[in-house]
T-cell receptor
Framework: DTAVSQTPKYLVTQMGNDKSIKCEQNLGHDTMYWYKQDSKKFLKIMFSYNNKELIINETVPNRFSPKSPDKAHLNLHINSLELGDSAVYFC???????????FGEGSWLTVV | AQSVSQHNHHVILSEAASLELGCNYSYGGTVNLFWYVQYPGQHLQLLLKYFSGDPLVKGIKGFEAEFIKSKFSFNLRKPSVQWSDTAEYFCAVNPTGGGNKLTFGTGTQLKVEL
């Protein structure tokens, strides 16, 4: 069983569209994250939720909106997609803030 | 804010060669330290971590890392690499008590040749 699963794995879409990436973890963790990996493989945190509450919100355009319906889920919605949004988006979770982080398999987003 | 430097961006080794990847961080307080590996087309997997105690930590697949506090370093080592170790390696730092802003280095691309 995949501990942190995210869908879709691959997504190709046109500029201006709105898309969502879903994430679920079955580890019983309280904290979930979204990370972005750019074309140079640089990883940067975007958001973090603890017990469904937003605790980290890095400098991310407000076109990106995370939603955590419960502790096991953290979805990422992106409005008005731009070419620069093309990246791999990794969902992750940890038992608590500061603990070891476990990553999902990534969602490869390509905006054309 | 903390930062992480990985000085080797690309490393090419022959099988059975020894490996050492450098990682230095800047942060004034105590930190938790991690090495993650990303095989081609795959997600990040935890190799090893240091929270406290023995500064020499052993991870999966024969990897180890040593935390040298005075040098703000957490270098990754493996005595004898295999072709299957070809991957991207990321060092990461998380300040203790500072929330959960895991900060990654820029990664080191390791290629092991037969």
């Amino acid at each position: 069983d995949t501990a942190v699963s995210q869908t879709p794995k691959y997504l190709v879409t046109q500029m201006g569209n709105d898309k969502s990436i879903k994430c679920e973890q079955n580890l019983g963790h309280d904290t979930m994250y979204w990370y972005k990996q750019d074309s140079k493989k640089f990883l940067k945190i975007m958001f973090s939720y603890n017990n469904k509450e937003l605790i980290i919100n890095e400098t991310v355009p407000n076109r990106f909106s995370p939603k955590s319906p419960d502790k096991a889920h953290l979805n990422l919605h992106i409005n008005s997609l731009e070419l620069g949004d093309s990246a791999v988006y990794f969902c992750a979770s940890s038992q608590a803030p500061g603990n070891t982080i476990y990553f999902g398999e990534g969602s490869w987003l390509t905006v054309v | 804010a903390q930062s992480v430097s990985q000085h080797n961006h690309h490393v090419i080794l022959s099988e059975a060669a020894s490996l050492e990847l450098g990682c230095n961080y800047s942060y004034g307080g105590t930190v938790n330290l991690f090495w993650y590996v990303q095989y081609p087309g795959q997600h990040l997997q935890l190799l090893l971590k240091y929270f406290s105690g023995d500064p020499l930590v052993k991870g999966i697949k024969g990897f180890e890392a040593e935390f040298i506090k005075s040098k703000f370093s957490f270098n990754l080592r493996k005595p004898s690499v295999q072709w299957s170790d070809t991957a991207e390696y990321f060092c990461a730092v998380n300040p203790t008590g500072g929330g959960n802003k895991l900060t990654f280095g820029t990664g080191t691309q390791l290629k092991v040749e037969l």
